[in-house]
Protein backbone atom coordinates (compact mmCIF):
# COMPACT_ATOMS: atom_id res chain seq x y z
CA UNK A 1 0.00 0.00 0.00
CA UNK A 2 1.30 3.23 -0.57
CA UNK A 3 0.75 6.61 1.32
CA UNK A 4 1.73 10.22 1.20
CA UNK A 5 2.88 12.30 4.68
CA UNK A 6 3.00 16.35 4.30
CA UNK A 7 4.71 17.00 7.18
CA UNK A 8 3.76 20.46 7.78
CA UNK A 9 -0.21 22.01 7.33
CA UNK A 10 0.64 25.31 7.10
CA UNK A 11 4.12 26.83 5.67
CA UNK A 12 4.85 30.97 6.26
CA UNK A 13 7.47 32.48 4.41
CA UNK A 14 8.71 35.84 3.46
CA UNK A 15 8.85 37.12 -0.32
CA UNK A 16 12.26 36.41 -1.74
CA UNK A 17 13.12 33.88 1.11
CA UNK A 18 13.73 30.08 0.14
CA UNK A 19 10.73 27.68 0.23
CA UNK A 20 10.77 24.28 1.61
CA UNK A 21 7.31 21.91 1.59
CA UNK A 22 8.37 18.46 3.27
CA UNK A 23 7.04 15.22 2.32
CA UNK A 24 7.51 11.65 2.82
CA UNK A 25 5.82 8.58 1.37
CA UNK A 26 5.70 5.25 1.36
CA UNK A 27 5.65 2.44 -1.09
CA UNK A 28 5.89 -1.33 -1.73
CA UNK A 29 7.28 -0.78 -5.15
CA UNK A 30 9.45 1.80 -7.33
CA UNK A 31 7.13 5.05 -6.93
CA UNK A 32 6.22 7.99 -9.61
CA UNK A 33 6.23 11.08 -7.38
CA UNK A 34 3.99 14.24 -8.02
CA UNK A 35 3.44 17.73 -6.84
CA UNK A 36 0.34 19.26 -7.51
CA UNK A 37 -0.69 23.23 -6.66
CA UNK A 38 -3.83 24.20 -5.72
CA UNK A 39 -5.12 28.20 -5.89
CA UNK A 40 -7.99 29.22 -4.36
CA UNK A 41 -11.30 28.03 -6.38
CA UNK A 42 -9.13 26.47 -9.03
CA UNK A 43 -8.22 23.17 -10.07
CA UNK A 44 -5.16 21.14 -9.15
CA UNK A 45 -1.92 22.14 -11.66
CA UNK A 46 1.13 20.17 -12.11
CA UNK A 47 4.10 21.73 -10.59
CA UNK A 48 6.54 18.82 -11.02
CA UNK A 49 6.81 14.79 -11.70
CA UNK A 50 9.72 12.43 -10.71
CA UNK A 51 8.98 8.96 -12.94
CA UNK A 52 12.46 7.36 -12.19
CA UNK A 53 14.71 9.54 -14.30
CA UNK A 54 16.67 12.03 -12.90
CA UNK A 55 16.58 12.33 -9.08
CA UNK A 56 16.30 16.67 -8.72
CA UNK A 57 13.39 17.28 -10.86
CA UNK A 58 13.05 21.08 -12.28
CA UNK A 59 9.12 22.16 -12.23
CA UNK A 60 7.35 25.16 -13.03
CA UNK A 61 7.19 28.37 -11.67
CA UNK A 62 11.11 28.05 -10.25
CA UNK A 63 9.78 24.89 -8.16
CA UNK A 64 12.26 21.82 -7.96
CA UNK A 65 12.08 18.77 -5.70
CA UNK A 66 14.78 15.61 -5.56
CA UNK A 67 13.75 12.42 -4.91
CA UNK A 68 15.93 10.40 -1.70
CA UNK A 69 15.26 6.86 -1.73
CA UNK A 70 16.87 6.56 1.65
CA UNK A 71 14.69 9.24 3.26
CA UNK A 72 11.63 8.65 1.56
CA UNK A 73 11.06 11.76 1.00
CA UNK A 74 10.10 14.16 -2.12
CA UNK A 75 10.80 17.25 -0.69
CA UNK A 76 10.12 20.31 -2.64
CA UNK A 77 11.88 24.04 -2.80
CA UNK A 78 11.94 27.49 -4.63
CA UNK A 79 14.99 29.44 -3.98
CA UNK A 80 12.73 32.45 -3.32
CA UNK A 81 9.00 32.89 -2.67
CA UNK A 82 6.92 35.19 -4.56
CA UNK A 83 3.05 36.54 -3.83
CA UNK A 84 1.72 34.40 -6.29
CA UNK A 85 3.22 30.72 -4.97
CA UNK A 86 0.66 31.18 -1.78
CA UNK A 87 -1.66 28.46 -2.19
CA UNK A 88 -2.04 24.54 -1.41
CA UNK A 89 0.41 22.16 -2.00
CA UNK A 90 0.14 18.37 -2.51
CA UNK A 91 2.68 15.72 -2.49
CA UNK A 92 1.57 12.88 -4.51
CA UNK A 93 2.63 9.32 -4.91
CA UNK A 94 1.70 6.67 -7.84
CA UNK A 95 3.07 3.23 -7.13
CA UNK A 96 1.51 1.97 -10.79
CA UNK A 97 4.35 3.49 -12.90
CA UNK A 98 1.14 4.50 -15.03
CA UNK A 99 0.30 7.51 -12.69
CA UNK A 100 -2.84 6.05 -12.38
CA UNK A 101 -4.02 5.00 -8.85
CA UNK A 102 -2.91 8.29 -7.00
CA UNK A 103 -2.47 8.64 -3.10
CA UNK A 104 -2.07 12.02 -2.05
CA UNK A 105 -1.12 13.86 1.06
CA UNK A 106 -3.13 15.82 3.38
CA UNK A 107 -1.57 18.96 1.93
CA UNK A 108 0.73 21.97 2.83
CA UNK A 109 -0.66 25.55 2.77
CA UNK A 110 1.96 28.26 1.71
CA UNK A 111 1.63 31.53 2.86
CA UNK A 112 4.02 34.38 1.78
CA UNK A 113 4.37 37.55 4.06
CA UNK A 114 5.18 40.88 2.08
CA UNK B 1 -3.99 25.14 -23.64
CA UNK B 2 -6.83 22.86 -23.21
CA UNK B 3 -8.20 22.58 -19.67
CA UNK B 4 -10.84 20.35 -17.89
CA UNK B 5 -13.99 21.48 -17.32
CA UNK B 6 -16.99 21.42 -14.56
CA UNK B 7 -20.25 22.80 -14.14
CA UNK B 8 -21.44 23.81 -11.42
CA UNK B 9 -18.87 26.03 -9.91
CA UNK B 10 -20.63 25.99 -7.09
CA UNK B 11 -23.83 24.02 -5.78
CA UNK B 12 -25.53 25.09 -2.51
CA UNK B 13 -28.59 22.04 -2.03
CA UNK B 14 -30.27 20.71 0.54
CA UNK B 15 -30.36 17.31 2.16
CA UNK B 16 -32.64 14.83 0.68
CA UNK B 17 -32.31 15.99 -2.40
CA UNK B 18 -30.72 14.96 -6.09
CA UNK B 19 -27.14 16.49 -7.24
CA UNK B 20 -25.84 16.49 -10.41
CA UNK B 21 -22.28 17.72 -11.76
CA UNK B 22 -21.14 17.43 -15.18
CA UNK B 23 -17.56 17.24 -16.81
CA UNK B 24 -15.82 17.88 -19.95
CA UNK B 25 -12.33 15.79 -20.11
CA UNK B 26 -9.28 17.20 -22.45
CA UNK B 27 -10.18 16.31 -25.76
CA UNK B 28 -8.79 13.00 -26.75
CA UNK B 29 -8.31 11.86 -23.16
CA UNK B 30 -9.28 8.14 -22.85
CA UNK B 31 -9.42 8.02 -18.88
CA UNK B 32 -11.79 10.38 -16.61
CA UNK B 33 -11.61 10.42 -12.61
CA UNK B 34 -13.60 11.56 -10.52
CA UNK B 35 -12.06 13.00 -7.15
CA UNK B 36 -13.78 14.07 -3.44
CA UNK B 37 -11.99 16.36 -1.39
CA UNK B 38 -13.07 17.83 1.97
CA UNK B 39 -11.85 20.22 3.32
CA UNK B 40 -8.91 20.36 5.09
CA UNK B 41 -7.42 17.26 3.02
CA UNK B 42 -6.31 15.97 -0.03
CA UNK B 43 -8.45 14.67 -3.02
CA UNK B 44 -9.78 10.81 -2.74
CA UNK B 45 -10.69 8.59 -5.79
CA UNK B 46 -14.54 7.94 -6.20
CA UNK B 47 -14.52 6.62 -9.58
CA UNK B 48 -12.38 6.04 -12.79
CA UNK B 49 -13.44 5.49 -16.46
CA UNK B 50 -11.55 4.23 -19.06
CA UNK B 51 -13.89 5.17 -22.18
CA UNK B 52 -16.91 4.50 -21.09
CA UNK B 53 -16.15 1.64 -19.01
CA UNK B 54 -15.40 1.73 -15.03
CA UNK B 55 -11.89 0.73 -14.22
CA UNK B 56 -12.63 1.39 -10.45
CA UNK B 57 -15.52 2.44 -8.21
CA UNK B 58 -14.37 0.99 -5.47
CA UNK B 59 -14.47 3.91 -3.39
CA UNK B 60 -18.05 5.06 -4.62
CA UNK B 61 -20.65 5.32 -2.14
CA UNK B 62 -22.98 3.11 -4.48
CA UNK B 63 -25.97 3.31 -2.67
CA UNK B 64 -26.13 7.29 -3.04
CA UNK B 65 -23.65 8.06 -5.88
CA UNK B 66 -23.25 7.00 -9.46
CA UNK B 67 -21.18 8.16 -12.38
CA UNK B 68 -21.96 7.72 -16.45
CA UNK B 69 -19.97 8.44 -19.38
CA UNK B 70 -21.87 6.58 -21.81
CA UNK B 71 -19.97 7.89 -25.25
CA UNK B 72 -16.74 8.10 -23.61
CA UNK B 73 -16.49 11.52 -23.52
CA UNK B 74 -17.83 13.54 -21.01
CA UNK B 75 -19.20 12.50 -17.09
CA UNK B 76 -22.19 12.34 -15.08
CA UNK B 77 -21.73 12.54 -11.10
CA UNK B 78 -24.95 12.28 -9.37
CA UNK B 79 -25.94 12.46 -5.81
CA UNK B 80 -29.09 10.82 -5.05
CA UNK B 81 -30.24 11.89 -1.90
CA UNK B 82 -27.55 14.51 -0.78
CA UNK B 83 -26.28 13.91 3.10
CA UNK B 84 -24.74 16.86 5.26
CA UNK B 85 -21.62 14.63 4.89
CA UNK B 86 -21.34 14.95 1.03
CA UNK B 87 -20.51 18.68 1.52
CA UNK B 88 -17.23 18.70 -0.46
CA UNK B 89 -15.23 19.63 -3.61
CA UNK B 90 -16.23 17.61 -6.34
CA UNK B 91 -12.96 16.90 -8.61
CA UNK B 92 -12.62 15.74 -12.40
CA UNK B 93 -9.56 14.67 -13.89
CA UNK B 94 -8.54 13.57 -17.47
CA UNK B 95 -5.35 11.69 -18.35
CA UNK B 96 -3.44 10.76 -21.49
CA UNK B 97 -0.40 8.36 -21.60
CA UNK B 98 2.54 9.51 -23.29
CA UNK B 99 5.93 7.42 -23.48
CA UNK B 100 4.42 4.98 -21.02
CA UNK B 101 3.55 7.84 -18.40
CA UNK B 102 0.28 9.06 -17.67
CA UNK B 103 -0.72 12.54 -15.98
CA UNK B 104 -3.60 13.75 -14.28
CA UNK B 105 -5.17 17.82 -15.41
CA UNK B 106 -7.80 18.64 -12.96
CA UNK B 107 -10.68 20.71 -13.64
CA UNK B 108 -11.69 23.52 -11.39
CA UNK B 109 -14.09 21.71 -9.20
CA UNK B 110 -17.68 22.11 -8.31
CA UNK B 111 -17.61 23.19 -4.39
CA UNK B 112 -20.86 21.33 -3.50
CA UNK B 113 -22.63 22.91 0.14
CA UNK B 114 -25.73 20.61 1.94
CA UNK B 115 -27.79 22.56 3.95
Known amino acids: AQSVTQLDSHVSVSEGTPVLLRCNYS??????LFWYVQHPNKGLQLLLKYTSAATLVKGINGFEAEFKKSETSFHLTKPSAHMSDAAEYFCVVSEDNAGNMLTFGGGTRLMVKP | EAEVAQSPRYKITEKSQAVAFWCDPI?????LYWYRQILGQGPELLVQFQDESVVDDSQLPKDRFSAERLKGVDSTLKIQPAELGDSAMYLC?????????????FGPGTRLLVL
Open chain 2, 93 to 105: ASSTRLAGQETQY
Open chain 2, 27 to 31: SGHAT
Open chain 1, 27 to 32: SSYSPS
